[in-house]
């Protein structure tokens, strides 16, 4: 992966909606949180496995970043969903690689406990073209916006390990990494 730029898609997969975001390298050009509308659960796949083929087709994607699930906190249907994203993953030749959500946290906030306002403020803090986004999230009554900022997350995380392997101090927009 070293001779050509990493292009990474990050996701953290959810029920009814699915948090994106696409890296060039260290930079975060793509973000969102995708619905999936589908009323059973095959379509929803096949809905879903359309809109990671659009959005790597769209951006050169040869890494997919995956939220692992805890699985106290997760269904079989999503247990299924990770697994069909990475079948579809390694068929389309894409590099696999999944965090848990206290890999994040951990690598966000090495010193302490990191709770999700947290996490999304440090990831607001990293890339501050998400500050009207976190504001907005901070309006709503229901968290929505909170899986976006998990992928975004995830995708620092994994960024950070292959642009870094051997622990090297690592740059990122401002923030220094180990």
């Not at 996701?11 to 509308?37: C, K, Q, T």
């Not at 805890?70 to 690689?97: F, G, I």
């Amino acid at each position: 992966m070293r001779d050509k730029e990493i292009r990474t898609l990050a996701l953290n997969p959810g029920s009814r909606y699915v948090g994106i975001a696409v890296f060039y390298g260290l930079e975060l050009v793509d973000w969102a949180v995708r619905s999936i509308r589908e009323k059973s659960a095959e379509a929803r796949l096949e809905q879903l496995k359309s809109v990671l083929s659009e959005i790597a087709e769209t951006h050169g994607v040869n890494c997919l970043v995956i939220k692992s699930l805890h699985p106290a906190r997760s269904s079989e249907y999503l247990c299924q969903l990770t697994s069909t994203l990475k079948e579809w993953a390694k068929e389309n030749h894409h590099a696999v690689r999944e965090y848990t959500i206290k890999e994040v946290e951990t690598f966000l906030l090495p010193s302490g406990r990191l709770n999700k306002h947290l996490l999304m403020e440090g990831v607001a803090a990293i890339h501050p073209f998400l500050f009207p986004e976190l504001e907005g999230e901070r309006q709503n009554r229901n968290p929505y916006l909170v899986r976006m900022f998990e992928a975004v997350a995830l995708g620092l995380r994994c960024i950070s390990e292959m642009e870094n392997p051997k622990g090297r101090k690592l740059i990122i927009n401002n923030h220094e990494e180990e």
